[in-house]
């Protein structure tokens, strides 16, 4: 059954993530639901779509490397070659599928924005790019560089801050050599340097 906005009942949506997490990881994620809605109330977006995408972003991180590719073939999921070395990187995949099939969810700004919150992609739109940085920059993160800095350009230019987070993020997988780099990351930044560039 298609779910249409204003039948979005969040605290309902709230109960049925914490079913499927850790604790841990459903404090983490009522965080970034919270910054959601404060960068959608400072950029005047819609606040229950932000919260909603926010709620869902890491919805299907519950399961391990192994399960998320077995999910992914049993629902007819895409994976690509470096989501099948790097498995993790399927929870995003994944959540916008439940999000869709188990709770209705159709709007694709905010399928997308689940699909695209760790790797981000080119041009992203005003949802992904709200999701993508509370995801960086909720409370509860452990301090990294720059994480003061990009929590306060968040609210004063959100396609800096996109851009300083995927700078970051390059950062730490080229310093990390057991870790793999999604093509879509590099392009993402790729994007939004030239957006910066564009702008100086």
Known sequence: MKVTEMDYNIMEFQD?????MTAKRYFHT??????CAALAMNYQYDIKKAEIAGLFHDYAKCYDDNM??????EFHIDITEIESKS??????????YYARERFGIQD????DAITY??????????LEKIVFTADYIEPSRRMIPKLDEIRK?????????????????LNYLKKNKDKLID????????YYKKLQDSEY
């Open 16 to 20: 049925k993530v914490k079913e499927n």
């Open 30 to 35: 009522l965080g970034v639901q919270y910054i």
């Open 68 to 73: 998320m590719i077995l999910k992914c073939k």
């Open 87 to 96: 498995p993790y990187l399927l929870h995003t995949k994944l959540g916008a």
């Open 108 to 111: 694709r700004e905010i399928l």
């Open 117 to 126: 919150h760790t790797t981000g992609r080119p041009n992203m739109s005003m």
């Open 153 to 169: 350009v968040s609210f004063q230019n959100i396609d800096l801050a996109v851009y300083m987070i995927l700078e970051n993020t």
């Open 183 to 190: 093509p879509m990351t590099e392009n993402a930044y790729e």
